[in-house]
């Protein structure tokens, strides 16, 4: 005999078996109600029911006889396994399954052909392009607009899926990244409520779990049909101090096609990076609040084109479309990540790199590349401050970050747009632990009445207040000129800061260029040469003098730099002196400009 006992206290709502009834192992008996819940009983052997003790409505307590089993020939049925309920998909799963079916692109063709005919993708391809096959996981996918008042919620369902922001965490070349891609398909991509909300969550998990951010940007701002929940102005809105807390800590990837405009271009502007299509239109107020400004007319294409924000700065990335932009948002991320495999040109190609006519120009770029592992070169603001190159690269894998002058633009001289563009590029740099190769070739700061009028001063010395409070560290190495406060700063403050300074036989030192400084220290002696053409000759040849005082054998000779090198070995110094691994910076943010 088995005493069928009750396992915890409560109250008996099903008696399913009586006396003499044949049972099962595992079948149901007794069903008992403790706290609001109900718990089967099962038969704890095969058998035939003998006796039961309790009722519907009895209380009983816990290990309290409930009835008893006696064995029989039941001992030997076949035990009961309780199953599902065939293939057939339960009332509740369906339902969830076709809300969210509702939102997927197969569910919305009208939507799909729009995009298609503007020549665009979905908000869900450019997503599911970005993220490494199946590692996506959505959240908020069942959102709907705040505007239940307003519409149907049948029509919220179709019309507004997901309240038109997709949002969730996946892979990126293998390293979790929080994505959000608002759906210009959706209420143009608008800011609602509820995927305020969601960017507020999305935002949260990303600093707790220090994410890389991915955003797809397109869309038209705040959105002032949501009608239930009441707001005045939403100023409350915790979305930007969120999303800009993240600037420094975590890489942030802004990507745009079509028109990012207003609240959208307030979260896209606080990207580390910007990458854009060539239809993209950015700007902080869309025709509607240009024209209720009393500003006059405008068309969206008029409102900063790519022909206004690649060359101001704004973009970093110019791209064709969609597509590249998504290839380039993986390949920017993979530089904050582990060494990766690599391959090299031939080295000695540097040798020649640059010209022994000390003021030919040549293409820095080309150095670059021959320098940087094989296809590993990703330039930032190719368009904007062309007096210095800024890229991303890896040496023997490891990902750094150069700064590069430029001698095809004002002979390599440090404008303001240029120190902006390499001060900015040196926080961005620190704030994520990339150590630095600065690649000079300077005749210093642009001077002048004209170049004063940019405030140059302020610019400038953005680059020495950045280089001095660097965390990352740096290497340098004098291609050719460096003369000056321009390759002080280059250098990040002085020759001594980076962890290693060394030179091209090509290179030449002084404190400000050859020509002008000869001319300023000997004015009165070249002014006492009456004829014109000994004194040019007079003149080339204190060039030259001064030129064999600041080569560069000459400079290492009194340690003012660690070595004169063959350019073949560049590569070796840098990784020699730059660490395998190095740690963010305490940097509060990464400065947007």
């Not at 979905?122 to 505007?147: I, K, M, S």
């Not at 405008?298 to 022909?307: A, L, Y």
């Amino acid at each position: 005999m088995d005493n069928v006992l009750a396992p915890m206290q409560g109250t008996v709502v099903l008696v399913s078996v009586g006396p003499g009834d044949q049972v099962k192992a595992g079948q149901q008996v007794v069903v008992l109600e403790s706290m609001k819940m109900e718990h089967v009983v099962a038969a704890p052997r095969a058998g035939h029911v003998t006796s039961v003790s309790v009722a519907v409505g009895d209380t009983v307590g816990q290990d309290q006889p409930l009835l008893v089993i006696a064995p029989g020939e039941a001992d030997h049925a076949e035990e009961h396994v309780p199953t599902a309920d065939g293939d057939e998909t339960r009332a509740d799963l369906a339902e969830v399954l076709a809300r969210r079916a509702a939102g997927l692109d197969v569910n919305r063709p009208d939507a799909v052909a729009r995009r298609r005919r503007e020549g665009r993708r979905t908000a869900r391809q450019n997503v599911e392009d970005l993220c490494d096959p199946g590692t996506f996981v959505e959240y908020g996918a069942l959102v709907v607009a705040a505007q239940r008042q307003r519409r149907s919620f049948e029509e919220l369902v179709t019309k507004t899926p997901a309240d038109g922001l997709v949002a969730g965490i996946g892979a990126v070349n293998g390293v979790q990244c929080v994505v959000l891609a608002y759906d210009a398909t959706v209420l143009a991509g608008t800011q609602g409520v509820y995927n305020h909300a969601k960017k507020d969550r999305m935002f949260e998990i990303a600093a707790r779990r220090r994410l890389p951010v991915v955003l797809f940007a397109e869309g038209g701002g705040g959105r002032p049909g949501d009608t239930d929940v009441p707001t005045v102005a939403a100023l409350d809105a915790a979305a930007f101090s969120l999303f800009a807390r993240l600037s420094g800590l975590v890489p942030l990837v802004g990507i745009v096609a079509g028109r990012c405009f207003a609240g959208n271009a307030a979260l896209l502007g606080c990207c580390d990076v910007i990458i854009a299509t060539a239809d993209a239109n950015i700007g902080m107020g869309g025709p509607a609040m240009i024209e209720g400004g009393g500003l006059g007319v405008v068309t969206p294409e008029e409102i900063g084109p790519m022909d206004v924000q690649v060359p101001n700065g704004v973009v970093d990335i110019p791209v064709a479309d969609e597509a590249e932009a998504v290839r380039v948002a993986k390949r920017y991320l993979s530089y904050f990540g582990a060494v990766l495999s690599w391959s090299t040109v031939d080295q000695t190609v540097l040798r020649n790199a640059v010209p022994a006519n000390r003021v030919r120009a040549y293409d820095v770029r080309a150095v670059i590349d021959v320098l940087a592992d094989k296809d590993s070169v990703l330039e930032l603001r190719s368009g904007f401050g062309g007096g210095i190159i800024t890229a991303l690269v890896r040496v023997e894998g490891r990902p750094v970050g150069v700064i590069a002058n430029n001698p095809g633009h004002l002979g390599g001289a440090i404008d303001r747009d240029a120190a902006d563009k390499a001060a900015r590029f040196m926080g961005l740099c620190d704030g994520h632990g990339l150590p630095i190769v600065s690649l000079c070739d300077t005749p210093g700061f642009m001077v002048g009445p004209e170049s004063e009028r940019t405030a140059t001063v302020r610019h400038f010395s953005r680059m020495f207040v950045t280089g001095a409070n660097l965390s990352v560290p740096i290497c340098a190495i004098v291609l050719r000129k460096a003369y000056g406060l321009g390759a002080m700063a280059m250098f990040g403050g002085g020759a001594k800061v980076p962890l290693a300074t060394v030179a091209w036989p090509t290179a030449e030192f002084g404190a400000m260029g050859l020509e002008g400084a000869v001319k300023l220290g000997f004015r009165r002696e070249l002014a006492a040469i009456e004829d014109p053409v000994r004194r040019e000759e007079t003149l080339a040849e204190m060039v030259q003098l001064a030129y064999e005082h600041g080569k560069a054998l000459n400079v290492a000779s009194v340690f003012e730099i660690d070595d004169v090198i063959d350019p073949v070995d560049t590569r070796r110094w840098i990784t020699a002196a730059l660490p395998e691994v190095v740690r963010p910076g305490d940097r509060p943010n990464i400065d947007t400009w």
